[in-house]
């Protein structure tokens, strides 16, 4: 609830996550610990995720249904809503008279400077280094609401690729959740921080099949950190081949490489030189791309299939309908704005 410009909860008993989360476990074994209970109400496509030990419930929308669903079996000014990615678009005037305000979000990136959806591959690209763990209330804005804490950590020289941001990410949040978690029981009222709307910025969620064709025009630093922010846990940045019927491949585990001559644009995507477990591709400037994973659509690593002088090229088309497609995911999956 608020009041005063602080956030409060006087006597929570229970705790409800909208959405899933990789470390839902985490935070329902930290809730047991502080005898909270917990819920989960999920989307159909969310629910996919959640683990079958967990109880859940499934609504695509918060409507009546849902609403009378919370209000039977539950004391709302007694319980936090909390959002874990949910796929829904919360109303004002259920977040307000229904939810009472007792709805918040976990973020992990800097708002207002990070705000919306593609998470660490967008981070990655523009070589975000921070770590910042942060909860704020849900208002009817994307992201917009005041923040209640944050917490600020580095990510360590070692992450690479999301998967290596999100685990160390995951870490982090948990141990703040329960931070977080434990003031709310200790009743503490949180002042609100109002976001500062003129450094905002906002980017949406990405798809790895969709917007992930790589442009070998990039210059070096920009092609490597691009192909990087679409490696594990995803498919990998795609492009072609300009011999054979290979299909789309997908790049991993590509390392930026200052060791060979210099190149010229021209040169870009060209193999130079295969090194049996890696690839030496050129790129337009001083860099070159060591590559370690060329992989076909049966997942296969075929790096032993390809030669010197073979060069990787993206047809224009694809890379033009990779920045027009925007994708957003629903409550039934992804799709297509």
């Avoid at 609401?145 to 999100?166: H, M, V, W």
Wanted: hydrophobic share 35%; proline share 3%; net charge positive.
């Amino acid at each position: 609830m608020i009041k005063n410009n602080k956030f409060y909860i006087t006597n929570i008993k229970n705790i409800i996550f909208f959405g899933e989360s990789s470390v839902l476990k985490n935070l329902i074994q930290i809730n047991n610990l502080l005898k909270i209970k917990t819920f989960i109400i999920t989307s159909t496509d969310q629910s996919k995720n959640i683990s079958k030990n967990i109880d859940f419930r499934i609504f695509n929308n918060i409507d009546k249904n849902c609403e009378k669903y919370i209000s039977n079996n539950f004391n709302i000014e007694q319980t936090l809503f909390i959002s874990l990615g949910a796929r829904y678009i919360f109303k004002k005037e259920t977040i307000n008279n229904f939810l009472l305000n007792n709805l918040v979000n976990f973020h992990a990136s800097r708002l207002p400077l990070d705000a919306g959806g593609g998470g660490m591959s967008w981070r990655i690209m523009s070589e975000d280094r921070i770590d910042n763990q942060l909860v704020h209330l849900i208002n009817d804005k994307i992201d917009g609401g005041p923040i209640l804490q944050t917490e600020k950590n580095i990510f360590p020289a070692s992450c690479r690729t999301p998967k290596d941001f999100y685990e160390f990410s995951a870490n982090n949040f948990v141990k703040f959740y329960k931070k977080f978690i434990t003031r709310i029981q200790n009743k503490e009222y949180f002042d609100l921080f109002n976001q500062v709307n003129y450094l905002g910025k906002y980017f949406p969620r990405i798809n790895t099949k969709i917007n992930g064709f790589i442009d070998w025009n990039l210059q070096s630093y920009d092609l490597a950190n691009f192909i990087n922010s679409f490696d594990e846990p995803y498919e990998g940045a795609s492009t072609l081949l300009n011999r054979g019927n290979f299909g789309t491949l997908f790049i991993k585990s590509a390392h930026l490489h200052g060791g060979e001559v210099p190149n010229h644009p021209f040169m870009s995507g060209i193999i130079t030189r295969h090194d049996n477990k890696w690839l030496v591709v050129s790129t337009k400037n001083r860099h070159s791309l060591l590559i370690e994973k060329v992989i076909n659509s049966k997942g296969e690593n075929i790096i032993n299939n390809l030669k010197v002088g073979d060069r990787f090229h993206t047809p224009y088309k694809l890379l033009d309908s990779a920045k027009n497609t925007r994708v957003g995911y629903k409550s039934n999956g992804l799709s297509k704005l």
